[in-house]
């Protein structure tokens, strides 16, 4: 019974344009949402937060969408580079950012020069 | 060395092997962890330790037994380990505390024949 949910494995985007990842969970007790990016070879590094009592955060070229009613946030890169390409993970936790996180299968994201 | 280390990166083990991963951090933090990843399977929590003490069990079969000697040092025991336990094993770490995301180290490959 998985949780979190991100239900495309890939997805490709030109280099300059909107990357948007998806991620959808069922748990109405999370509170606390992260975004992490993976390269092969390395450990998941931290990208950008999102708490339950905020709908949008954005850091530089990274937005994080949050909408309640939908049990659904997404990632939004813009404008897509290169180093971009890599795997994003959505993970989820409860108690406004306990140590017990969920996380979701990852989209690897490919951004076409 | 700077933020997570794992070792061995790469470790092939028979079944009746016994032998330890183990997990570094030099950030500082007084949380560790240990995760999963199997292929095309989300990570999944093993262990949470905070300030030396085991926190979380996530029902993790006991042929895996971990260690934290200090809060700089996590190791994970294998023994009599299945060839379904073949993954990746990651150890992250993090400030104790609600709303601080966790820093990987880049994981152990394990084989099991």
């Known amino acids: 019974d998985q949780q979190v949910k991100q239900n495309s494995p890939s997805l490709s985007v030109q280099e300059g344009r909107i990357s948007i990842l998806n991620c959808d969970y069922t748990?109405?007790?999370?509170?606390?949402f992260l975004w992490y990016k993976k390269y092969p070879a390395e450990g998941p590094t931290f990208l950008i937060s999102i708490s339950s009592i905020k709908d949008k955060n954005e850091d530089g070229r990274f937005t994080v969408f949050l909408n309640k009613s939908a049990k659904h946030l997404s990632l939004h890169i813009v404008p897509s580079q290169p180093g971009d390409s890599a795997v994003y993970f959505c993970a989820a936790s409860t108690n406004f950012g306990n140590e017990k996180l969920t996380f979701g299968t990852g989209t690897r994201l490919t951004i076409i020069p | 060395e700077t933020g997570v280390t794992q070792t061995p990166r790469h470790l092939v083990m028979g079944m009746t092997n016994k032998k330890s991963l183990k997990c570094e951090q030099h950030?500082?933090?007084?949380?560790m962890y240990w995760y999963k990843q199997s292929a095309k399977k989300p990570l999944e929590l093993m262990f949470v330790?905070?300030?030396?003490?085991?926190?979380e069990n996530n029902s993790v079969p006991s042929r895996f037994s971990p260690e934290c000697p200090n809060s700089s040092h996590l190791f994970l025991h294998l023994h009599t380990l299945q060839p379904e336990d073949s993954a990746l094993y990651l150890c992250a770490s993090s400030p104790s505390g609600p709303g601080h995301e966790q820093y990987f180290g880049p994981g152990t490959r394990l084989t099991v024949t």
């Open positions: 330790y905070n300030f030396k003490e085991q926190t």
């Open positions: 748990n109405s007790m999370f509170d606390y």
């Open positions: 950030l500082g933090h007084n949380a």
